[in-house]
């Protein structure tokens, strides 16, 4: 049973991160981005004034276009980027 469920996550794993390959590369040939940005380089480039803690909300996955530590790990479509993440999977 456990075997089953390793086996079944990592072809999940496996799945994912080829399709986050293939969306790279068709966003790469249609000029477009797929990575996630960085929380702290987009306020660099904003410079937010006057913020105003407004609560927790629930935003929906699609609508996420950062992070502010883990960009790097996934694609925009939440699709992994890096092999060490198969482990967390």
Same mark, same amino acid.
């Given at each position: 049973?456990?075997? *089953? =469920?390793?086996?079944?996550? #990592? &072809?999940?794993?496996?799945?994912? +991160?080829?399709?986050?390959?293939? !969306?790279?590369?068709?966003s790469?040939?249609?000029?477009?981005?797929?990575?996630?940005?960085?929380?702290?380089?987009?306020? *660099? =480039?904003?410079?937010?004034r #006057? &913020?105003?803690?407004?609560?927790? +909300?629930?935003?929906?996955v699609? !609508?996420?276009?950062?992070?502010?530590?883990?960009?790097?790990?996934?694609?925009?479509?939440?699709?992994?980027?890096?092999?060490? =993440?198969?482990?967390?999977?």
């Amino acid at each position: 049973m456990a075997s *089953d =469920l390793f086996s079944q996550a #990592n &072809e999940d794993f496996e799945k994912a +991160r080829s399709r986050g390959r293939i !969306q790279s590369v068709l966003s790469n040939l249609a000029w477009k981005n797929s990575d996630l940005l960085s929380f702290y380089a987009v306020t *660099d =480039l904003i410079k937010p004034r #006057n &913020e105003t803690y407004l609560g927790m +909300r629930t935003i929906p996955v699609n !609508q996420i276009i950062g992070s502010e530590g883990r960009y790097q790990d996934f694609s925009l479509a939440f699709y992994p980027k890096k092999e060490l =993440l198969r482990a967390r999977w």
